[in-house]
């Protein structure tokens, strides 16, 4: 299956690289990393990527359109009417329009979400309902073509619950064994309902700094996504 | 803190991207990815990532040296004496010597694991002793100065437990909920002692295929970790 995954400057590396990694499962599994030009794209994670494609060669008609989010990085990406126009044109050529974390913000700005079920980062999730989605906080969400992760490491159980739902699910109990997938959070605080009052108050002061989330209704009005 | 990150060509990128995506909540967070040569290095999972450096002009002394592995392409680094050495050389510089999945083959290959616990991928973690390494079936270890997790997903816990450890369990607290880590394998099958007979006989009939296990007796033979 031909992936046609999106990166830009300050990817959250994670979001992109667990749901590749399962997909490499796919039958006849090729990629495409795309963005606004080809060559270096620095992620987040001290890791530096190549962008295979730019927006004018990559392919037209993908089997799966993959999008990765990031706290910081998406906003320049929600604002940028050249990478919207792209994810709009790809996500209804298309089979599968897919991401994690708030990836699905991006989907949901080009008009891709609307009347659809989708997850997102906790921190980000309500907001997809300014663009005419659904958000739920199930850890995946399958909703006809659309399949949408919740946030960063969710990106996993996403990528195994795909592979399960396209190929079957005897491959994908497979595929978990190879990922030796049997999680072990150490601390247990990884959902604000799991997490201790300290630690989630530590996180609502980091995260409105990295987000611009009072944008967002603002980026909703310019927006095909907008109902 | 200064992360020297091991990549070869073939890697499993989950090994790499899930502890750095920890390691970057680590304070004065800084990386070089380095590998015999500069530039492009293809990945097992359709991305491809950049050394920034090579074995000459790397950090001579970082924090942590990290080593992630692969079911195919390890043997070729564990018969390549130019990687090796690298290896033990940076590894008695380093302040932590550490890896995910089969990694810690390569750390132990070095001789890096003689006298110490340590947690490999659940193919191979047996073969440790070979090279007078402990292996544990724990999804992640820390012994001394060595820190292992298991098999390719175990990176994430991996690196929160580090975090954790090196900084203070509040701030593991708060990545672990910034990482959104409250996974939900689909299947249940991530380790042997949990697959069913099928899917565990399945993999049981896959890997060897990939990975030249029988070679490990005469590798360690040759190799400066031998006991």
Request: charged share 20%; with cysteine.
């Amino acid at each position: 299956m031909k992936i046609l995954a999106l990166a830009f400057p300050g990817l959250t590396l994670i979001d992109l690289v667990g749901p590749l990694q399962a997909f490499s499962f796919l039958p006849g599994f090729e990629t495409q990393i795309v963005w606004q030009k080809k060559g270096p794209i620095r992620s987040d994670a001290g890791v530096t990527i190549e962008a295979t494609h730019d927006f004018e060669d990559c392919w037209e008609n993908p089997d799966i359109l993959f999008v990765p989010g990031n706290t910081k990085a998406l906003f320049a990406q929600l604002e940028d009417k050249k990478t919207i126009d792209f994810i709009a044109d790809r996500g209804q050529r298309a089979q599968w329009v897919t991401s994690v974390c708030n990836g699905s913000l991006l989907l949901a700005a080009a008009g891709l979400l609307r009347g659809y079920k989708a997850a997102s980062y906790w921190f980000t999730r309500e907001h997809l309902a300014l663009f005419g989605a659904t958000p739920t906080d199930a850890r995946w969400v399958i909703d006809r073509n659309r399949a949408t992760g919740g946030g960063m490491t969710a990106g996993v159980d996403f990528g195994l619950a795909m592979v399960s739902h396209i190929v079957g699910v005897e491959h994908g109990r497979l595929v978990e064994l190879i990922f030796e997938y049997a999680p072990q959070p150490p601390h247990g605080t990884g959902r604000p309902e799991l997490a201790d009052s300290t630690t989630l108050s530590k996180a609502l002061e980091i995260l409105p700094g990295h987000m611009a989330i009072e944008r967002l209704p603002e980026i909703a009005k310019n927006m095909p996504g907008v109902p």
